[in-house]
C-alpha cells in the first residue's frame, strides 16, 4: 500500500518551492494520501492553501513570489520558522531559500528529489516523519535527538 499518494515521482515541480523555503514535496501534509495539500503555491478552485499563512499574506502584499526576493530577508518571521525547523528537522528554510536563489529553483528541487528518495524502497520521505511511510526504514535525514538543531 502506498499512503504517499503515488508521489515517489523523481522529480518535483518548482511549484512546490513554498515562499518560506519549505519544499512542499516532502511535507507530511503534502505527502498524505487522506486529502493532501497541493503545495503552498497552488490554487484550487481559486483558493490558496493555509487561508491563514501570515507568510504567503507577507509575499502577496510586496509582490513576490519567495521571501528570499525581499529586501528584509530574513525577517523575523522567517528567523522564527527557521530556527522551528532547525531544531526539529535539522533543515534550514533560510539555507534553502539561498540555494534557490544562487542556483534557481529547478536545481534545487532536482536535488531535493535525490536527497529525499528512500534507500530502501525508492518511495518519498517526509522531512516531518522519522520513518519511511511505506517501508518503516529509518528517514536518515531525520535529526536523532543527539544531532537536533544540526542541518543537512
Known amino acids: 500500500m502506498n499512503p504517499t499518494n503515488?508521489?515517489?515521482?523523481?522529480?518535483m515541480s518548482g511549484q512546490l518551492f513554498a515562499p518560506c523555503g519549505i519544499n512542499c514535496g516532502?511535507?507530511?501534509?503534502?505527502l498524505?494520501?487522506?486529502?493532501?495539500?497541493a503545495g503552498c503555491l497552488?490554487?484550487?478552485?481559486?483558493?490558496?492553501?493555509?487561508?491563514?499563512?501570515?507568510?504567503?499574506?507577507?509575499?502577496h502584499?510586496?509582490?513576490i513570489l519567495h521571501c528570499f526576493e525581499c529586501k528584509t530577508f530574513p525577517c523575523e518571521r522567517i528567523k522564527h520558522l527557521d530556527?522551528?525547523?532547525?531544531?526539529?528537522?535539522?533543515?534550514?528554510?533560510?539555507?534553502?531559500?539561498?540555494a534557490v536563489k544562487e542556483n534557481g529553483v529547478e536545481t534545487f528541487m532536482e536535488r531535493e528529489a535525490r536527497k529525499w528518495e528512500c534507500p530502501s524502497?525508492?518511495?518519498r520521505l517526509s522531512i516531518h516523519l522519522p520513518n519511511c511511510w511505506n517501508c518503516q526504514q529509518p528517514n536518515p535525514?531525520?535529526?536523532?535527538?543527539?544531532?537536533?538543531?544540526?542541518?543537512?
Open 141 to 152: 535525514f531525520f535529526p536523532s535527538p543527539k544531532n537536533a538543531g544540526k542541518t543537512n
Open 61 to 63: 502584499g510586496h509582490d
Open 83 to 98: 530556527l522551528r525547523y532547525r531544531k526539529n528537522y535539522g533543515i534550514s528554510l533560510i539555507l534553502n531559500s539561498l
Open 6 to 11: 503515488e508521489k515517489k515521482s523523481t522529480t
Open 32 to 37: 498524505r494520501k487522506h486529502k493532501p495539500c
Open 26 to 30: 516532502v511535507c507530511v501534509s503534502y
Open 121 to 123: 524502497c525508492h518511495e
Open 42 to 59: 497552488q490554487v484550487i478552485n481559486g483558493k490558496l492553501p493555509h487561508p491563514m499563512c501570515k507568510i504567503r499574506f507577507c509575499v
